[in-house]
């Protein structure tokens, strides 16, 4: 359980001086100063909807059998464009959340994953290019996403079952969504035992799905 957490989180104790967006004021946005902004537009027992807007990530892939591998890989690279491996030589603050995009597979197959750090407010506009080759910044445009929340550790087996929880939950309503492919999402520091927040995020296909709750 800890190989993903500490890959994603161990950097989560370093603060910026500004807000990326108002989603720190959600209570599992903490452990930085800046977080990803983000609007909910909708609720159910089973997922959330919310509205990203355009943001600019500092980003790296990795090729793996398994995703804890593959951060591991991928983290070392992103750790080292914040830390000065940048045209600049600068050291960038830590962010919330770190993102690793993940294509949909059995277990014995060898996907592609790609790790992504959110760049800070006072880099969003013109961030200092990477050294490295294989570290790339790039720009998601305006998306909304169904969001599937859960607590303690990030781990591939951990993420499979959230994320088959939350497709079935959208094949139940009808919903429609980018398939082949999800986000896994962590908050946290490895020194956060309690309390840890993490989220699986797949991307809304036309208007997004929120049947509102009936009493039976």
């Given at each position: 359980?800890?190989?993903?957490?500490?890959?994603?989180?161990?950097?989560?104790?370093?603060?910026a001086?500004?807000?990326?967006?108002?989603?720190?004021?959600a209570?599992?946005?903490?452990?930085?100063?800046q977080?990803l902004?983000?609007?909910?537009?909708c609720?159910?027992?089973?997922?959330?909807?919310?509205?990203?807007?355009s943001?600019?990530?500092v980003?790296?892939?990795?090729?793996?059998?398994?995703m804890?591998?593959?951060?591991?890989?991928?983290?070392r690279r992103?750790?080292?464009?914040?830390?000065?491996?940048?045209?600049?030589?600068?050291?960038?603050d830590?962010?919330?959340?770190v993102?690793v995009?993940?294509?949909?597979k059995?277990?014995?197959?060898?996907?592609?994953?790609?790790?992504?750090?959110?760049?800070?407010?006072?880099h969003?506009?013109?961030?200092p290019k990477?050294?490295?080759?294989?570290?790339?910044?790039?720009?998601?445009?305006?998306?909304?996403?169904?969001?599937?929340?859960?607590?303690?550790?990030?781990?591939?087996?951990e993420?499979?079952?959230?994320t088959?929880?939350?497709y079935g939950?959208?094949?139940?309503?009808?919903?429609?969504?980018?398939?082949?492919?999800?986000?896994?999402?962590g908050?946290n520091?490895?020194m956060t035992?309690?309390?840890?927040?993490?989220?699986?995020?797949?991307?809304?296909?036309?208007?997004?799905?929120c049947?509102?709750?009936?009493?039976p």
């Amino acid at each position: 359980r800890v190989f993903l957490a500490v890959l994603v989180g161990s950097l989560l104790m370093l603060t910026a001086e500004a807000k990326v967006g108002n989603a720190s004021d959600a209570e599992f946005c903490f452990e930085t100063e800046q977080c990803l902004l983000f609007d909910v537009i909708c609720e159910t027992d089973d997922y959330e909807v919310r509205h990203y807007d355009s943001v600019k990530w500092v980003s790296t892939n990795e090729r793996s059998f398994m995703m804890e591998m593959a951060a591991m890989r991928a983290f070392r690279r992103l750790y080292g464009y914040i830390t000065g491996d940048n045209e600049h030589g600068k050291k960038i603050d830590m962010t919330t959340p770190v993102v690793v995009k993940m294509v949909d597979k059995k277990f014995w197959q060898r996907g592609t994953y790609t790790m992504s750090f959110l760049l800070p407010a006072e880099h969003q506009k013109n961030p200092p290019k990477p050294t490295n080759s294989e570290v790339f910044i790039h720009e998601t445009p305006d998306v909304n996403v169904y969001v599937r929340s859960y607590g303690g550790w990030m781990t591939a087996l951990e993420d499979d079952r959230q994320t088959r929880n939350l497709y079935g939950a959208l094949d139940e309503v009808g919903a429609k969504y980018q398939k082949g492919y999800h986000f896994a999402v962590g908050y946290n520091s490895p020194m956060t035992m309690f309390n840890r927040h993490n989220e699986v995020w797949v991307v809304v296909e036309g208007d997004p799905v929120c049947p509102a709750f009936e009493e039976p």
